[in-house]
């Protein structure tokens, strides 16, 4: 007996209003602010030009260990004051960072706030960084980065990064580093990194019922003691696509499956077709109902789950897929993936394929953005990509104009399955000659 049913359609994008957004300069910093009437809880967010893209080449993983190390006390506490006075307002401090940014955040309610920041500011500003501390937290995220390591998927990440972006600059190693980048840090290299980019002013996000708060006061609170302006950001990195397609086997003896790493260099976040070409990665990899999903999963069966989408930060971006096969399948599988992704590179989308994914994204809008914590992330994104404050209430209205001429347009543009890097990491043995027979590119195998 066979169960046949058919696919639900797309539903309607539900409403959405993004919350009135508030800039102020404070203190020689920047306030911005979104109202959420009657809301009783608040969240602040200090927002660092002190991304992962700011950490010198060799010395990859100081954010991550800065990070942990603003938990061990601060200038004027031990770390089991601090922690005391934190949980007294029952929140904690929450630490981020990306290729742009580092961020720390806390949400408490309302009438807390001010002394929220208060202990935020105490944390970025003036942590303790004892030597012994900074020591102790470098080797746990050491011993957690090779325990990490030791599973399929982090060396082939790595290996395609080096491969798209070139292992010779911070662009082209990982955002958290390697096992062997964070145990050569020493107490200095932190210590640095902190006076260089943790004593600038940076912005502070806000997302809460501004009627009830002082947006001068939290700032000031936020930017006592600091000094020096914005550095130079940079623009977009010109990375050449490759002249051809190309395979790196990375070797894991003896495994039953491979894990498979395509990609190739893409937009920056500012770029115009940004709506476009997120809505061409959905369709073809982005969500579980998208082509590669369909394709390698449901009709042929090799994986549990694929997934191809385009990623950005300030300055550069990427095409990639991932998934994982068992061994025996694994030439089938890429030859799979790559037929797929030329296919959409050539033909473009369906209006029924794009109806789904406009409505999904554009429904995700007003199931994402409620909390205060979504709120200060959507704000994040308007003062580190330099958008306007009513990017995200003209975001549902892009999504769902986009029409299959424009995400077919920027599909043709941005896909390049002739230049796609093909990472492996499996048994070599097993798969080097299959590889080489499917005529998909150059085999190479990867060293270190």
Do not use: C
Request: aromatic share 4%; net charge negative.
């Amino acid at each position: 007996m066979t169960l046949i049913t058919t696919r639900p359609g797309p539903g309607t994008a539900r409403p959405y209003r993004f919350p009135t957004v508030v800039r102020r300069d404070v203190a020689g910093g920047r306030v911005v602010a979104a109202h959420l009437p009657g809301q009783n809880l608040a969240v602040a967010l200090l927002l660092l030009d002190a991304g992962a893209g700011r950490e010198p080449v060799g010395k990859e993983g100081l954010g991550a260990v800065l990070a942990k190390a603003l938990e061990e006390g601060t200038a004027q506490r031990d770390a089991t004051a601090f922690a005391l006075a934190v949980e007294g307002l029952g929140t904690e401090l929450a630490t981020g960072l990306d290729w742009d940014s580092f961020q720390v955040s806390v949400q408490v309610p309302v009438d807390r706030l001010g002394a929220a920041v208060q202990l935020l500011a105490e944390a970025v500003r003036t942590p303790r960084l004892d030597p012994d501390d900074v020591r102790r937290v470098r080797d746990d995220e050491a011993t957690a980065l090779r325990m990490d390591w030791a599973n399929p998927g982090p060396r082939a990440d790595a290996v395609l990064r080096a491969d798209l972006f070139g292992a010779d600059n911070r662009w082209g190693r990982p955002l958290y580093g390697d096992p062997g980048s964070v145990a050569g840090l020493d107490v200095e290299d932190v210590t640095v990194f902190h006076s260089e980019w943790f004593l600038r002013p940076g912005t502070l996000i806000v997302a809460g019922d501004l009627d009830r708060l002082d947006l001068d006061a939290l700032g000031a609170a936020a930017f006592a003691g600091t000094g020096g302006g914005p550095a130079e950001q940079g623009g977009p990195i010109e990375v050449p696509l490759p002249a051809g397609r190309r395979i790196i086997l990375v070797d894991r003896p003896g495994s039953v499956q491979s894990t498979l790493r395509l990609g190739h260099p893409a937009p920056h976040r500012a770029h115009p077709d940004h709506v476009p070409t997120t809505l061409a990665g959905t369709v073809l990899g982005g969500a579980f109902t998208s082509r590669l999903n369909h394709l390698i999963r449901e009709v042929r069966g090799y994986t549990y789950g694929i997934r191809g989408d385009f990623a950005s930060s300030r300055r550069f971006g990427r095409f990639a897929v991932s998934s994982g096969v068992q061994t025996a399948v694994t030439a089938p599988a890429l030859v799979e993936a790559v037929g797929e992704i030329s296919r959409t590179r050539d033909g473009g989308v369906t209006e029924d394929e794009l109806a789904v994914a406009r409505s999904w994204r554009a429904g995700q809008l007003s199931v994402e953005l409620q909390s205060p914590r979504a709120i200060a992330s959507a704000l994040t994104t308007l003062v580190v990509h330099d958008l306007p404050d009513d990017y995200h209430a003209r975001l549902r209205e892009a999504l769902l104009a986009a029409d299959v001429e424009q995400v077919s347009a920027a599909a043709a543009t941005h896909l390049h399955p002739e230049a796609l890097t093909l990472v492996i990491e499996g048994d070599a043995a097993a798969i080097r000659d299959e590889l080489v027979a499917s005529g998909l590119g150059e085999v190479t195998d990867h060293v270190g």
